[in-house]
């Protein structure tokens, strides 16, 4: 029998900035599904302005909803991470989603950001992110 993911000790630290929700979902689509990491939850300034620099955040700080306090974003990848899959992490995504309609928690994912089942429409894709809907 194959053992269950489990998120080693740098994506606990990473879901522990993140809002109740947000860790519910998580924890508990990783007992349940496809292993994955975190790779962020909460950002300092120096974080966010380097993700803006580096084109993986459109959204300066403090606007970002990585930037609260508990994070009110996650930012996870399929294990092991291979950049180059994008259908690993759209196979994620459909899987985190059903998961937070499940525990009746509202998101948007960054291929989906209107929400519109719907990729192709979208300008910016940030496939790793999560954030709740409706939470400021």
Sequence with gaps: MATMPEFGSRSEARLATC?????????TAIEYGPD???LCGHRTREEQERCCREGR????????L???QPSLAVDIAPWPIDWDDL??????AGYI???????????RWGGDWDRDYE????????????ELVGAS
Aim: no cysteine; net charge positive.
């Design 19 to 27: 809002h109740p929700d947000l860790q519910r979902v998580v924890r």
């Design 36 to 38: 994955f990491s975190v």
């Design 57 to 64: 955040s459109q959204l300066p700080w403090p606007r970002s």
């Design 66 to 68: 990585h930037n609260r």
């Design 87 to 92: 259908p690993r992490f759209i196979f994620l």
């Design 97 to 107: 989603m059903a998961t937070a309609h499940r525990l009746g928690v509202e998101l």
């Design 119 to 130: 990729q192709s429409d979208e300008r910016f894709r940030d496939l790793p992110h999560f």
